[in-house]
Protein backbone atom coordinates (compact mmCIF):
# COMPACT_ATOMS: atom_id res chain seq x y z
CA UNK A 1 0.00 0.00 0.00
CA UNK A 2 0.89 3.71 -0.78
CA UNK A 3 1.80 5.55 2.81
CA UNK A 4 3.60 8.52 2.76
CA UNK A 5 3.61 10.65 -0.50
CA UNK A 6 5.30 13.69 -1.13
CA UNK A 7 5.21 15.97 -4.26
CA UNK A 8 6.75 19.45 -4.32
CA UNK A 9 6.69 21.81 -7.66
CA UNK A 10 3.93 19.94 -9.65
CA UNK A 11 1.48 21.84 -11.15
CA UNK A 12 -0.33 23.71 -8.92
CA UNK A 13 1.29 22.31 -6.22
CA UNK A 14 4.36 24.11 -4.38
CA UNK A 15 4.79 21.24 -1.43
CA UNK A 16 2.30 18.81 0.08
CA UNK A 17 3.29 15.87 2.18
CA UNK A 18 0.64 12.98 2.73
CA UNK A 19 0.63 9.74 5.55
CA UNK A 20 -1.92 7.80 3.62
CA UNK A 21 -3.24 4.68 5.31
CA UNK A 22 -5.35 1.33 4.40
CA UNK A 23 -8.97 1.09 4.27
CA UNK A 24 -11.14 4.31 2.13
CA UNK A 25 -9.39 7.39 1.79
CA UNK A 26 -11.67 10.20 0.53
CA UNK A 27 -10.40 13.16 -1.16
CA UNK A 28 -12.86 15.95 -1.42
CA UNK A 29 -12.68 19.72 -2.88
CA UNK A 30 -14.08 21.90 -4.94
CA UNK A 31 -13.32 21.42 -8.70
CA UNK A 32 -10.41 22.83 -10.10
CA UNK A 33 -9.20 23.27 -6.21
CA UNK A 34 -6.27 20.05 -8.02
CA UNK A 35 -7.35 16.65 -6.64
CA UNK A 36 -6.56 15.64 -10.31
CA UNK A 37 -3.20 16.94 -9.67
CA UNK A 38 -1.89 14.49 -7.52
CA UNK A 39 -3.01 11.47 -9.67
CA UNK A 40 -1.04 13.07 -11.81
CA UNK A 41 1.77 13.04 -9.70
CA UNK A 42 1.31 9.51 -8.85
CA UNK A 43 1.41 8.40 -12.58
CA UNK A 44 4.89 9.97 -12.35
CA UNK A 45 6.04 7.43 -9.73
CA UNK A 46 4.10 5.05 -11.91
CA UNK A 47 6.14 5.67 -15.36
CA UNK A 48 4.12 8.26 -17.03
CA UNK A 49 6.28 10.75 -19.06
CA UNK A 50 6.36 14.32 -17.95
CA UNK A 51 8.15 17.44 -19.17
CA UNK A 52 8.96 20.61 -17.93
CA UNK A 53 5.82 21.82 -18.45
CA UNK A 54 4.55 19.93 -14.76
CA UNK A 55 7.34 22.17 -13.24
CA UNK A 56 5.37 25.34 -11.43
CA UNK A 57 8.78 26.92 -10.66
CA UNK A 58 10.75 26.69 -13.81
CA UNK A 59 13.79 27.52 -12.10
CA UNK A 60 13.54 24.64 -9.52
CA UNK A 61 13.12 20.82 -10.24
CA UNK A 62 10.11 19.00 -9.32
CA UNK A 63 10.12 15.59 -6.99
CA UNK A 64 7.48 13.64 -6.36
CA UNK A 65 8.26 10.60 -3.87
CA UNK A 66 5.98 8.00 -2.46
CA UNK A 67 6.86 4.97 -0.13
CA UNK A 68 4.97 2.07 -0.50
CA UNK A 69 4.61 -1.68 1.81
CA UNK A 70 4.03 -4.44 -0.63
CA UNK A 71 4.84 -7.94 0.54
CA UNK A 72 4.24 -9.70 -2.49
CA UNK A 73 7.19 -12.10 -3.74
CA UNK A 74 6.46 -10.92 -6.67
CA UNK A 75 7.20 -7.62 -6.62
CA UNK A 76 10.33 -8.38 -4.23
CA UNK A 77 11.71 -10.38 -6.93
CA UNK A 78 11.49 -7.80 -9.37
CA UNK A 79 13.41 -5.33 -7.16
CA UNK A 80 15.81 -7.94 -6.64
CA UNK A 81 16.62 -8.53 -10.70
CA UNK A 82 16.75 -4.80 -10.73
CA UNK A 83 19.71 -4.76 -8.19
CA UNK A 84 17.52 -2.60 -6.01
CA UNK A 85 18.11 -3.16 -2.27
CA UNK A 86 14.58 -4.86 -0.65
CA UNK A 87 13.68 -3.14 2.73
CA UNK A 88 10.38 -3.40 4.16
CA UNK A 89 9.67 -0.03 2.37
CA UNK A 90 10.22 0.33 -0.87
CA UNK A 91 10.64 4.71 -1.82
CA UNK A 92 10.58 5.46 -5.54
CA UNK A 93 11.33 9.45 -6.17
CA UNK A 94 10.43 10.72 -9.62
CA UNK A 95 12.71 14.00 -10.36
CA UNK A 96 12.53 16.32 -13.50
CA UNK A 97 14.52 19.32 -14.34
CA UNK A 98 13.75 22.66 -15.88
CA UNK A 99 14.67 21.18 -19.03
CA UNK A 100 12.09 18.15 -19.07
CA UNK A 101 14.65 15.60 -18.37
CA UNK A 102 13.67 13.13 -15.36
CA UNK A 103 15.13 10.73 -13.38
CA UNK A 104 13.71 7.80 -11.33
CA UNK A 105 15.19 6.02 -8.31
CA UNK A 106 14.09 3.39 -6.47
CA UNK A 107 15.37 2.83 -2.99
CA UNK A 108 17.97 5.13 -4.21
CA UNK A 109 19.01 3.27 -7.05
CA UNK A 110 18.75 4.60 -10.37
CA UNK A 111 15.71 2.85 -12.89
CA UNK A 112 14.60 3.73 -16.69
CA UNK A 113 10.94 4.64 -17.45
CA UNK A 114 10.15 1.16 -18.23
CA UNK A 115 11.68 -0.89 -15.49
CA UNK A 116 9.79 1.85 -12.87
CA UNK A 117 7.07 1.43 -15.15
CA UNK A 118 6.62 -2.16 -15.14
CA UNK A 119 7.41 -1.75 -11.30
CA UNK A 120 4.71 0.41 -11.26
CA UNK A 121 2.18 -2.25 -12.36
CA UNK A 122 2.69 -4.12 -8.92
CA UNK A 123 1.31 -1.09 -6.80
CA UNK A 124 -1.69 1.14 -7.83
CA UNK A 125 -4.71 1.06 -9.62
CA UNK A 126 -5.53 4.41 -10.71
CA UNK A 127 -9.33 4.49 -12.13
CA UNK A 128 -9.77 7.41 -14.23
CA UNK A 129 -12.19 9.21 -16.50
CA UNK A 130 -10.39 8.16 -19.53
CA UNK A 131 -10.62 4.35 -18.20
CA UNK A 132 -14.48 4.86 -18.34
CA UNK A 133 -13.97 5.06 -21.83
CA UNK A 134 -11.14 2.74 -22.13
CA UNK A 135 -14.37 0.13 -21.32
CA UNK A 136 -15.50 0.21 -24.93
CA UNK A 137 -12.35 -1.52 -26.17
CA UNK A 138 -12.25 -4.84 -27.00
CA UNK A 139 -8.31 -5.61 -25.39
CA UNK A 140 -9.52 -3.62 -22.10
CA UNK A 141 -12.17 -5.70 -21.90
CA UNK A 142 -10.42 -9.24 -22.31
CA UNK A 143 -7.86 -7.69 -20.07
CA UNK A 144 -10.73 -7.64 -17.25
CA UNK A 145 -12.01 -11.28 -18.26
CA UNK A 146 -8.38 -12.77 -17.59
CA UNK A 147 -7.93 -10.61 -14.41
CA UNK A 148 -11.73 -12.40 -13.15
CA UNK A 149 -10.32 -15.70 -14.52
CA UNK A 150 -7.44 -15.55 -13.10
CA UNK A 151 -5.30 -16.25 -16.11
CA UNK A 152 -2.03 -14.19 -14.87
CA UNK A 153 0.29 -17.33 -15.09
CA UNK A 154 -1.49 -18.75 -18.06
CA UNK A 155 -1.65 -15.92 -19.93
CA UNK A 156 1.92 -14.70 -19.32
CA UNK A 157 3.03 -19.15 -20.49
CA UNK A 158 0.92 -18.24 -23.71
CA UNK A 159 2.77 -14.71 -24.39
CA UNK A 160 6.07 -16.17 -23.89
CA UNK A 161 5.28 -18.96 -26.49
CA UNK A 162 3.56 -16.99 -28.88
CA UNK A 163 6.92 -14.73 -28.99
CA UNK A 164 9.29 -18.26 -29.47
CA UNK A 165 6.91 -18.42 -32.04
CA UNK A 166 7.03 -15.28 -33.84
CA UNK A 167 10.93 -15.64 -33.65
CA UNK A 168 10.87 -19.59 -35.07
CA UNK A 169 8.51 -18.35 -37.90
CA UNK A 170 11.10 -15.00 -38.66
CA UNK A 171 13.80 -17.49 -38.35
CA UNK A 172 12.04 -19.88 -40.46
CA UNK A 173 11.35 -16.81 -43.17
CA UNK A 174 15.03 -15.55 -43.29
CA UNK A 175 16.14 -18.81 -44.09
CA UNK A 176 13.31 -18.91 -46.77
CA UNK A 177 15.05 -15.98 -48.16
CA UNK A 178 18.15 -17.02 -48.31
CA UNK A 179 17.52 -20.19 -49.77
CA UNK A 180 15.62 -18.33 -52.88
CA UNK A 181 18.59 -15.89 -53.07
CA UNK A 182 21.31 -18.46 -52.91
CA UNK A 183 19.50 -20.44 -55.94
CA UNK A 184 20.68 -17.36 -57.86
CA UNK A 185 23.90 -17.20 -56.07
CA UNK A 186 24.59 -20.55 -56.63
CA UNK A 187 26.54 -21.01 -60.03
CA UNK A 188 28.08 -17.64 -59.82
CA UNK A 189 29.78 -18.62 -56.59
CA UNK A 190 30.68 -22.20 -58.10
CA UNK A 191 32.53 -20.41 -60.96
CA UNK A 192 34.55 -18.45 -58.51
CA UNK A 193 35.26 -21.43 -56.33
CA UNK A 194 36.39 -23.62 -59.15
CA UNK A 195 38.53 -20.79 -60.73
CA UNK A 196 39.95 -20.68 -57.10
CA UNK A 197 40.82 -24.12 -56.86
CA UNK A 198 42.26 -24.05 -60.48
CA UNK A 199 44.65 -22.07 -59.39
CA UNK A 200 46.00 -23.60 -56.18
CA UNK A 201 47.14 -21.08 -54.88
CA UNK A 202 49.76 -20.81 -52.07
CA UNK A 203 50.09 -17.66 -49.64
CA UNK A 204 52.98 -15.39 -50.52
CA UNK A 205 53.34 -16.86 -54.10
CA UNK A 206 53.28 -13.67 -55.99
CA UNK A 207 56.40 -12.39 -54.49
CA UNK A 208 58.61 -15.71 -54.92
CA UNK A 209 57.06 -15.74 -58.62
CA UNK A 210 58.26 -11.93 -58.72
CA UNK A 211 61.93 -13.03 -57.20
CA UNK A 212 62.21 -15.85 -59.71
CA UNK A 213 61.25 -13.80 -62.85
CA UNK A 214 63.95 -11.12 -61.95
CA UNK A 215 66.05 -14.64 -61.93
CA UNK A 216 64.89 -15.28 -65.20
CA UNK A 217 65.29 -12.43 -67.15
CA UNK A 218 68.32 -11.17 -65.79
CA UNK A 219 70.21 -14.33 -65.99
CA UNK A 220 72.90 -13.61 -68.82
CA UNK A 221 73.91 -10.35 -66.17
CA UNK A 222 73.54 -12.58 -63.39
CA UNK A 223 76.00 -15.48 -64.47
CA UNK A 224 78.47 -12.83 -66.51
CA UNK A 225 78.99 -11.17 -62.71
CA UNK A 226 79.09 -14.66 -60.89
CA UNK A 227 81.78 -15.83 -63.53
CA UNK A 228 83.76 -13.36 -62.49
CA UNK A 229 83.34 -13.13 -58.91
CA UNK A 230 83.63 -16.71 -59.16
CA UNK A 231 87.46 -15.98 -61.26
CA UNK A 232 88.61 -13.11 -58.73
CA UNK A 233 88.40 -15.72 -55.91
CA UNK A 234 89.74 -18.92 -57.07
CA UNK A 235 90.96 -18.19 -60.20
CA UNK A 236 94.20 -20.15 -61.28
CA UNK A 237 96.49 -16.97 -61.86
CA UNK A 238 95.07 -14.00 -59.86
CA UNK A 239 92.46 -15.33 -57.53
CA UNK A 240 92.62 -14.42 -53.80
CA UNK A 241 92.60 -17.70 -52.71
CA UNK A 242 95.58 -18.58 -54.52
CA UNK A 243 97.52 -15.35 -52.99
CA UNK A 244 96.18 -16.53 -49.66
CA UNK A 245 98.02 -19.57 -50.03
CA UNK A 246 101.46 -17.82 -50.90
CA UNK A 247 101.25 -15.99 -47.67
CA UNK A 248 100.26 -18.87 -46.06
CA UNK A 249 103.26 -20.95 -46.68
CA UNK A 250 105.14 -17.81 -45.91
CA UNK A 251 104.00 -17.65 -42.61
CA UNK A 252 104.14 -21.06 -41.99
CA UNK A 253 108.15 -21.09 -41.94
CA UNK A 254 108.00 -18.48 -39.13
CA UNK A 255 104.90 -19.33 -37.24
CA UNK A 256 106.72 -22.11 -34.69
CA UNK A 257 108.88 -19.00 -33.68
CA UNK A 258 106.02 -16.71 -32.64
CA UNK A 259 102.79 -17.23 -31.12
CA UNK A 260 101.18 -14.08 -32.51
CA UNK A 261 102.12 -15.55 -36.09
CA UNK A 262 100.68 -18.66 -35.73
CA UNK A 263 97.31 -16.75 -34.41
CA UNK A 264 97.52 -14.51 -37.39
CA UNK A 265 97.89 -17.73 -39.38
CA UNK A 266 94.81 -19.34 -37.90
CA UNK A 267 92.94 -16.77 -39.14
CA UNK A 268 94.01 -16.22 -42.60
CA UNK A 269 93.26 -20.54 -42.65
CA UNK A 270 89.95 -19.09 -41.58
CA UNK A 271 89.43 -16.48 -43.97
CA UNK A 272 90.76 -19.42 -46.50
CA UNK A 273 87.92 -21.58 -46.02
CA UNK A 274 85.36 -19.07 -46.16
CA UNK A 275 86.53 -17.59 -49.33
CA UNK A 276 86.85 -21.16 -50.48
CA UNK A 277 83.30 -22.07 -49.43
CA UNK A 278 82.10 -18.49 -51.04
CA UNK A 279 83.70 -19.37 -54.26
CA UNK A 280 82.28 -23.15 -53.95
CA UNK A 281 78.06 -21.48 -53.82
CA UNK A 282 79.18 -18.70 -56.46
CA UNK A 283 79.91 -21.77 -58.82
CA UNK A 284 76.74 -23.42 -57.52
CA UNK A 285 74.42 -20.63 -58.11
CA UNK A 286 76.07 -20.13 -61.27
CA UNK A 287 75.05 -23.64 -62.37
CA UNK A 288 71.96 -23.17 -61.13
CA UNK A 289 70.86 -20.25 -63.34
CA UNK A 290 69.51 -20.77 -66.88
CA UNK A 291 68.27 -18.49 -69.42
CA UNK A 292 64.58 -20.32 -69.40
CA UNK A 293 62.33 -18.66 -72.17
CA UNK A 294 59.68 -21.27 -71.64
CA UNK A 295 60.15 -20.91 -67.68
CA UNK A 296 59.82 -17.43 -67.66
CA UNK A 297 56.76 -17.33 -70.07
CA UNK A 298 54.79 -19.88 -67.26
CA UNK A 299 55.64 -18.07 -64.75
CA UNK A 300 54.41 -14.41 -66.53
CA UNK A 301 51.21 -16.28 -67.18
CA UNK A 302 50.39 -17.51 -63.69
CA UNK A 303 51.77 -14.01 -62.24
CA UNK A 304 48.98 -12.57 -64.75
CA UNK A 305 46.29 -14.73 -63.56
CA UNK A 306 47.27 -13.60 -60.58
CA UNK A 307 46.67 -9.97 -60.89
CA UNK A 308 43.66 -9.98 -62.84
CA UNK A 309 42.12 -12.14 -59.38
CA UNK A 310 43.81 -9.19 -57.82
CA UNK A 311 42.06 -6.79 -59.60
CA UNK A 312 38.91 -8.82 -59.77
CA UNK A 313 38.50 -8.85 -56.01
CA UNK A 314 40.24 -5.71 -54.99
CA UNK A 315 42.88 -7.21 -53.05
CA UNK A 316 46.97 -7.22 -53.05
CA UNK A 317 47.98 -10.93 -51.71
CA UNK A 318 47.42 -14.19 -52.32
CA UNK A 319 45.83 -14.53 -48.81
CA UNK A 320 43.49 -12.04 -49.53
CA UNK A 321 42.69 -14.49 -52.36
CA UNK A 322 42.32 -17.59 -50.06
CA UNK A 323 40.47 -15.80 -47.46
CA UNK A 324 37.44 -14.94 -50.48
CA UNK A 325 38.05 -18.95 -51.73
CA UNK A 326 37.46 -19.86 -48.20
CA UNK A 327 34.57 -17.39 -47.56
CA UNK A 328 32.76 -18.54 -51.09
CA UNK A 329 33.21 -22.03 -50.35
CA UNK A 330 31.46 -21.29 -46.82
CA UNK A 331 28.83 -19.61 -48.81
CA UNK A 332 28.15 -22.59 -50.97
CA UNK A 333 28.56 -24.99 -47.59
CA UNK A 334 25.46 -22.69 -46.49
CA UNK A 335 23.53 -22.75 -49.20
CA UNK A 336 24.24 -26.30 -49.62
CA UNK A 337 22.88 -26.87 -45.55
CA UNK A 338 20.28 -24.15 -46.17
CA UNK A 339 17.57 -27.20 -47.35
CA UNK A 340 18.51 -29.16 -43.96
CA UNK A 341 17.91 -25.97 -41.94
CA UNK A 342 14.65 -25.30 -43.37
CA UNK A 343 13.49 -28.09 -42.44
CA UNK A 344 14.81 -28.42 -38.71
CA UNK A 345 13.42 -24.61 -38.58
CA UNK A 346 9.95 -25.42 -39.80
CA UNK A 347 9.55 -28.89 -37.61
CA UNK A 348 10.26 -26.56 -34.60
CA UNK A 349 7.84 -23.78 -35.50
CA UNK A 350 5.01 -26.41 -35.72
CA UNK A 351 6.02 -27.45 -32.52
CA UNK A 352 5.66 -24.61 -31.01
CA UNK A 353 2.74 -23.35 -33.25
CA UNK A 354 0.81 -26.28 -31.33
CA UNK A 355 2.28 -25.80 -27.73
CA UNK A 356 0.72 -22.66 -28.72
CA UNK A 357 -2.67 -23.52 -29.76
CA UNK A 358 -2.78 -25.75 -26.84
CA UNK A 359 -2.66 -22.79 -25.02
CA UNK A 360 -4.87 -20.86 -26.57
CA UNK A 361 -6.91 -23.49 -26.18
CA UNK A 362 -6.54 -23.41 -22.31
CA UNK A 363 -6.79 -19.63 -22.20
CA UNK A 364 -10.16 -19.96 -24.15
CA UNK A 365 -11.78 -22.72 -21.64
CA UNK A 366 -10.59 -20.39 -18.57
CA UNK A 367 -12.02 -17.36 -19.65
CA UNK A 368 -15.56 -19.20 -20.98
CA UNK A 369 -15.19 -20.97 -17.74
CA UNK A 370 -14.96 -17.56 -15.41
CA UNK A 371 -17.76 -15.96 -17.64
CA UNK A 372 -20.74 -17.25 -15.84
CA UNK A 373 -19.62 -16.14 -12.10
CA UNK A 374 -17.81 -12.77 -13.39
CA UNK A 375 -21.94 -12.24 -15.10
CA UNK A 376 -23.61 -12.99 -11.63
CA UNK A 377 -21.39 -11.21 -9.52
CA UNK A 378 -21.86 -8.16 -12.06
CA UNK A 379 -25.58 -8.28 -11.99
CA UNK A 380 -25.66 -8.50 -8.06
CA UNK A 381 -23.52 -5.47 -7.66
CA UNK A 382 -25.87 -3.59 -10.00
CA UNK A 383 -29.35 -4.60 -8.26
CA UNK A 384 -27.20 -3.01 -5.43
CA UNK A 385 -27.34 -0.22 -7.17
CA UNK A 386 -30.90 -0.04 -8.15
CA UNK A 387 -30.24 -1.36 -11.66
CA UNK A 388 -32.40 -4.80 -10.87
CA UNK A 389 -33.12 -5.56 -13.89
CA UNK A 390 -29.22 -4.89 -15.41
CA UNK A 391 -27.87 -7.78 -17.47
CA UNK A 392 -23.87 -7.52 -18.79
CA UNK A 393 -24.00 -9.90 -21.76
CA UNK A 394 -20.21 -11.45 -22.60
CA UNK A 395 -19.58 -12.68 -26.06
CA UNK A 396 -16.41 -15.04 -26.29
CA UNK A 397 -15.53 -15.99 -29.72
CA UNK A 398 -13.02 -17.98 -30.88
CA UNK A 399 -10.97 -16.46 -33.59
CA UNK A 400 -8.87 -18.60 -36.66
CA UNK A 401 -5.68 -16.83 -36.12
CA UNK A 402 -3.62 -16.68 -32.81
CA UNK A 403 -2.77 -13.07 -31.07
CA UNK A 404 -0.73 -12.14 -28.85
CA UNK A 405 -3.92 -12.16 -26.34
CA UNK A 406 -4.78 -15.37 -27.57
CA UNK A 407 -7.31 -16.41 -30.12
CA UNK A 408 -10.15 -14.85 -28.43
CA UNK A 409 -12.82 -11.59 -29.15
CA UNK A 410 -14.78 -10.80 -26.44
CA UNK A 411 -17.49 -8.20 -26.62
CA UNK A 412 -19.30 -6.83 -23.43
CA UNK A 413 -22.97 -5.94 -24.12
CA UNK A 414 -25.21 -4.60 -21.89
CA UNK A 415 -28.95 -3.74 -20.99
CA UNK A 416 -29.84 -1.81 -18.14
CA UNK A 417 -33.60 -2.07 -17.86
CA UNK A 418 -35.86 -4.99 -18.71
CA UNK A 419 -37.06 -5.45 -22.13
CA UNK A 420 -34.26 -3.73 -23.75
CA UNK A 421 -31.49 -5.52 -26.08
CA UNK A 422 -28.09 -5.76 -24.96
CA UNK A 423 -25.98 -3.01 -26.53
CA UNK A 424 -22.49 -2.50 -27.11
CA UNK A 425 -21.11 -0.37 -23.94
CA UNK A 426 -20.16 2.82 -26.35
CA UNK A 427 -23.97 3.00 -26.76
CA UNK A 428 -25.23 3.58 -23.42
CA UNK A 429 -26.56 7.14 -23.16
CA UNK A 430 -26.34 7.31 -19.55
CA UNK A 431 -23.17 8.14 -17.82
CA UNK A 432 -24.49 7.42 -14.04
CA UNK A 433 -25.33 3.52 -15.96
CA UNK A 434 -21.76 3.74 -17.34
CA UNK A 435 -20.58 4.74 -13.47
CA UNK A 436 -22.29 2.02 -11.62
CA UNK A 437 -21.47 -0.37 -14.10
CA UNK A 438 -17.73 0.89 -13.93
CA UNK A 439 -17.52 -0.01 -10.00
CA UNK A 440 -19.23 -2.99 -9.94
CA UNK A 441 -16.84 -4.61 -12.51
CA UNK A 442 -14.05 -2.57 -10.14
CA UNK A 443 -15.29 -4.19 -7.74
CA UNK A 444 -15.75 -7.67 -8.63
CA UNK A 445 -11.87 -7.24 -10.08
CA UNK A 446 -10.21 -6.04 -7.13
CA UNK A 447 -10.83 -9.54 -5.21
CA UNK A 448 -8.36 -11.32 -8.27
CA UNK A 449 -5.83 -8.66 -8.37
CA UNK A 450 -2.69 -8.68 -7.13
CA UNK A 451 -2.67 -5.08 -6.75
CA UNK A 452 -2.49 -3.54 -3.16
CA UNK A 453 -4.15 -0.34 -3.94
CA UNK A 454 -6.77 1.23 -6.36
CA UNK A 455 -7.49 5.00 -6.68
CA UNK A 456 -10.99 5.94 -8.03
CA UNK A 457 -11.45 9.59 -10.04
CA UNK A 458 -14.86 10.07 -9.45
CA UNK A 459 -15.93 6.75 -10.17
CA UNK A 460 -19.55 7.97 -8.83
CA UNK A 461 -20.13 10.67 -12.18
CA UNK A 462 -23.62 10.80 -12.83
CA UNK A 463 -25.27 8.85 -9.58
CA UNK A 464 -26.52 10.34 -6.56
CA UNK A 465 -29.28 10.27 -3.68
CA UNK A 466 -29.46 6.52 -2.42
CA UNK A 467 -27.68 5.19 -5.64
CA UNK A 468 -24.85 6.88 -4.18
CA UNK A 469 -25.18 6.23 -0.85
CA UNK A 470 -25.06 2.44 -1.68
CA UNK A 471 -22.08 3.12 -4.51
CA UNK A 472 -20.12 4.28 -1.05
CA UNK A 473 -21.05 1.17 0.90
CA UNK A 474 -19.37 -0.89 -2.00
CA UNK A 475 -16.73 0.84 -1.33
CA UNK A 476 -16.53 0.78 2.05
CA UNK A 477 -16.37 -3.24 1.91
CA UNK A 478 -13.73 -2.58 -0.81
CA UNK A 479 -11.47 -0.86 1.37
CA UNK A 480 -11.54 -4.25 3.86
CA UNK A 481 -9.56 -6.04 1.43
CA UNK A 482 -7.25 -3.18 0.14
CA UNK A 483 -6.62 -0.03 0.38
CA UNK A 484 -9.00 2.09 -1.52
CA UNK A 485 -8.69 6.34 -2.43
CA UNK A 486 -11.68 7.94 -3.75
CA UNK A 487 -12.27 11.28 -5.64
CA UNK A 488 -15.67 12.25 -4.97
CA UNK A 489 -18.35 15.15 -5.56
CA UNK A 490 -21.07 12.81 -3.14
CA UNK A 491 -21.56 13.65 0.51
CA UNK A 492 -23.16 9.91 0.31
CA UNK A 493 -19.65 8.34 -0.33
CA UNK A 494 -17.76 10.90 0.96
CA UNK A 495 -19.14 9.72 4.47
CA UNK A 496 -18.04 6.46 4.21
CA UNK A 497 -14.32 6.96 4.23
CA UNK A 498 -12.35 5.87 7.18
CA UNK A 499 -9.99 9.07 6.39
CA UNK A 500 -10.74 12.11 4.59
CA UNK A 501 -8.73 14.71 2.95
CA UNK A 502 -9.46 18.03 1.76
CA UNK A 503 -7.91 19.98 -1.48
CA UNK A 504 -8.21 23.32 -1.35
CA UNK A 505 -6.38 26.31 -3.61
CA UNK A 506 -5.15 29.61 -1.51
CA UNK A 507 -3.22 32.93 -2.81
CA UNK A 508 0.44 32.66 -2.00
CA UNK A 509 1.89 35.97 -2.77
CA UNK A 510 1.27 36.63 -6.37
CA UNK A 511 0.48 33.17 -7.09
CA UNK A 512 -2.60 30.58 -6.00
CA UNK A 513 -1.54 27.06 -5.11
CA UNK A 514 -3.17 23.71 -3.93
CA UNK A 515 -3.00 22.24 -1.10
CA UNK A 516 -4.54 19.23 0.83
CA UNK A 517 -5.04 18.42 4.58
CA UNK A 518 -6.32 15.80 6.78
CA UNK A 519 -10.20 16.34 8.30
CA UNK A 520 -10.51 16.17 11.95
CA UNK A 521 -14.04 14.70 12.46
CA UNK A 522 -15.82 18.69 12.80
CA UNK A 523 -14.45 19.79 10.20
CA UNK A 524 -15.41 16.61 7.98
CA UNK A 525 -19.03 17.40 9.16
CA UNK A 526 -19.02 20.97 7.50
CA UNK A 527 -17.00 19.63 4.51
CA UNK A 528 -20.46 17.22 3.84
CA UNK A 529 -22.80 18.96 4.87
CA UNK A 530 -21.28 21.78 2.65
CA UNK A 531 -21.36 19.28 -0.31
CA UNK A 532 -24.99 18.82 0.90
CA UNK A 533 -26.24 22.10 0.35
CA UNK A 534 -25.65 24.72 -2.42
CA UNK A 535 -24.32 27.46 -0.58
CA UNK A 536 -23.33 27.94 3.49
CA UNK A 537 -24.69 25.02 4.79
CA UNK A 538 -27.79 25.20 7.60
CA UNK A 539 -28.18 23.25 10.61
CA UNK A 540 -29.99 20.69 8.60
CA UNK A 541 -27.14 20.16 6.63
CA UNK A 542 -25.24 19.70 9.39
CA UNK A 543 -27.31 17.39 11.10
CA UNK A 544 -27.86 15.31 7.72
CA UNK A 545 -24.04 15.52 7.44
CA UNK A 546 -23.65 13.56 10.99
CA UNK A 547 -25.67 11.12 10.25
CA UNK A 548 -24.31 9.78 6.95
CA UNK A 549 -21.08 9.74 9.47
CA UNK A 550 -22.77 7.85 11.70
CA UNK A 551 -24.51 5.54 9.63
Known sequence: MLTKLHVQNYALIDEVQLDLHSGLTIITGETGAGKSILLGALGLLLGERADSSALRDKNKKCIVEGNFVVQHPSFRQALAELDVDVEEETIIRREINAEGKSRAFVNDTPVNLTQLKNLGSWLIDIHSQHETIALNEASYQLNMLDSVADNHALLSDYKQQFKIVKQLTARLQELQALELQGKKDFDYLQFQLDEFLKMQLVPGEEQTIEQELETLENAEEIKLALTRAYSGLDGEESGVLQALNAVKATLSGVAKYNGSIQQLLDRLNSAFIELKDIANELESVNEEIHHDPTRTSLLRERLDDMFRLFKKHGVNTTSDLLRIQSETDAKLQQIGSLEEDIVKASAAMEQAGKKLKQLAQQLHKARAKAIPEFR???????????????????????????????????????????????????????????????????????????????????????????????????????????????????????????????????????????????????????????????????????KNARELLKN
Open 376 to 542: EAIAALLKDLGMPNAVLQIELTELEQLREDGNDKVVFMFNANKGEYPKALSKIASGGELSRLMLSLKSVLAGHTLLPTIIFDEIDTGISGDIAAKAGVILEQLGTRMQVVVITHLPQVASKGQHHLFVYKEDDKDRTVSRIRRLNDKERVEEIAKMLSAGTPGDAAR
